[in-house]
């Protein structure tokens, strides 16, 4: 399979109309991804003793529809947590049994439009359990608990279980639960579980110490649920010495445990995961400019105009991504700052790394930025959030439109 980078390099004078920075997403690694995912499915899925297995991929990390829709064609089902996402969902073909409703703090005017679409919810708290019995007493609902292990994630941020999370309802407050679902007679169909975001195959034993507590949890306070999320965050390498997520021998693990709790729990029909980041991630590429080099306090830093208002991961998490130059103008390599072109302290991209000192306008590359990158993107400082690419059959297609200050004032009231 030929590089994204040969790929951007053919086509650098089209890419180039698009202006600076763009997303470019790479078809051939993203439906690698994908085929990925659904061979984990139906491995998982002939291992288990007649249990449905379905993947939800998560509209939060990356919502174009060039890539929701790839994620349709493909038979994967998807999350959604926003009625832009439910909607955005829809209009990508996903019927209603494809789409998961996970939500978290979510107003009764938005509980009525997941309802009236007749999606199944996911609920995050026994208040809202609470809310929508109020509404809809008689109705089928998942809810979401926090099976108290330290959860997995590279950053405290993401970790999304454990005495810290604001997420779930624990275990102590499991008894009150039932007590407002039989008040209002709801049918809870299914419970969702969810660790945290990005584990590799040196975090499955703790993805897997989650996984196991909440089967417990669910055999001994629950009767009757078909269906069992276990969430996921499924893991890339970032770094090049990072090893990728054995999905095979994940499949396995989980099998053992899972075929022994179907044999205490023979209620269940269905195990869900939700994958995060793992299809769109290293599809993704942001390329941008040199705007400046300079060397302050024997530091080089090199400015670019690849900002925070582009990708927030690195300023918001500490998170890590590659950064490379298109072109190497020599062989030297020195330890440089890369930053972008807010005024911000944290607007840096990546801290220490050995690149060689480029030239004002040469192209710079930041990789693994098709997961929560465009996603979590804004207007800060009044920037234009870019345009975005798909590389498909080694041609460019254009699947958003860059901002402009135009459309960005339309919503202003003069």
């Given at each position: 399979m030929e590089s994204t980078i040969v790929k951007i390099n053919n086509n650098l004078k089209e890419l180039n109309k698009y202006g600076s920075p763009i997303y470019i997403y790479?078809?051939?690694?993203?439906?690698n991804?994908?085929?990925?995912?659904?061979?984990?499915?139906?491995?998982?899925?002939?291992?288990?003793?007649?249990?449905?297995?379905?993947?939800?991929?998560?509209?939060?990390?990356?919502?174009?529809?060039?890539?929701?829709?790839?994620?349709?064609?493909?038979?994967?089902?998807?999350?959604?947590m926003s009625p832009l996402e439910l909607d955005l969902d829809k209009k990508c073909n996903f019927n209603n049994e494809e789409i998961l409703y996970v939500c978290n703090n979510i107003s009764k005017e938005e509980m009525k439009l997941v309802h009236d679409s007749n999606i199944l919810i996911c609920l995050d708290s026994i208040s809202q359990v609470e809310?929508?019995?109020?509404?809809?007493?008689?109705?089928?609902?998942?809810?979401?608990?926090?099976?108290?292990?330290?959860?997995?994630?590279?950053?405290?941020?993401?970790?999304t279980s454990g005495v810290e999370s604001k997420f779930g309802v624990c275990e102590d407050n499991i008894?009150?639960?039932?007590?407002?679902?039989?008040?209002?007679?709801?049918?809870?169909?299914?419970?969702?579980?969810?660790?945290?975001?990005?584990?590799?195959?040196?975090?499955?034993?703790?993805?897997?110490?989650?996984?196991?507590?909440?089967?417990?949890?669910?055999?001994?306070?629950?009767?009757?649920?078909?269906?069992?999320?276990?969430?996921?965050?499924?893991g890339v390498p970032y770094k090049k010495e990072e090893e990728p997520l054995n999905l095979t021998k994940l499949a396995k693990t989980l099998s053992n445990e899972l075929n022994k709790f179907i044999k205490d729990y023979p209620s269940v029909k269905e195990f869900k995961f939700e994958i995060g980041r793992y299809i769109p991630c290293e599809a993704g590429i942001i390329m941008g400019e040199v705007n400046a080099?300079?060397?302050?306090?024997g530091v080089y830093w090199i400015g670019t105009d690849i900002g925070m208002n582009e990708l927030v991961r690195p300023s918001m998490y500490n998170s890590y991504?590659?950064?490379?130059?298109?072109?190497k103008r020599n062989t030297k390599e020195v330890k440089t700052n890369i930053c972008g072109n807010i005024c911000e302290s944290g607007d840096v991209i990546g801290r220490d790394r050995l690149l060689t000192i480029p030239k004002v306008g040469d192209k710079i590359l930041v990789h693994n930025a098709g997961a929560y990158g465009f996603s979590m993107?804004?207007?800060?400082?009044?920037?234009?959030?870019?345009a975005e690419i798909l590389l498909f059959d080694n041609k460019v297609k254009l699947i958003r439109k860059r901002e402009t200050i135009e459309s960005m004032e339309d919503d202003i009231v003069w």
């Open positions: 790479d078809n051939d690694i993203l439906k991804r994908i085929d990925n995912i659904s061979k984990f499915r139906e491995e998982l899925e002939k291992e288990l003793d007649g249990s449905k297995v379905s993947i939800h991929y998560s509209s939060k990390a990356n919502n174009n529809p060039a890539i929701l829709k790839a994620v349709k064609e493909s038979g994967l089902y998807v999350d959604a809310s929508w019995g109020e509404l809809f007493p008689n109705t089928d609902i998942m809810v979401r608990i926090n099976p108290g292990t330290g959860g997995v994630g590279h950053n405290k941020k993401v970790v008894e009150e639960l039932l007590k407002v679902i039989k008040k209002y007679r709801l049918n809870l169909v299914g419970i969702h579980q969810h660790l945290g975001s990005l584990f590799l195959d040196d975090k499955v034993n703790n993805y897997m110490d989650g996984v196991k507590e909440g089967l417990r949890i669910i055999k001994e306070h629950f009767d009757g649920i078909s269906i069992v999320d276990l969430g996921g965050g499924f080099i300079k060397c302050e306090n991504h590659e950064v490379t130059l298109l072109d993107a804004s207007n800060y400082t009044g920037r234009a959030r870019p």
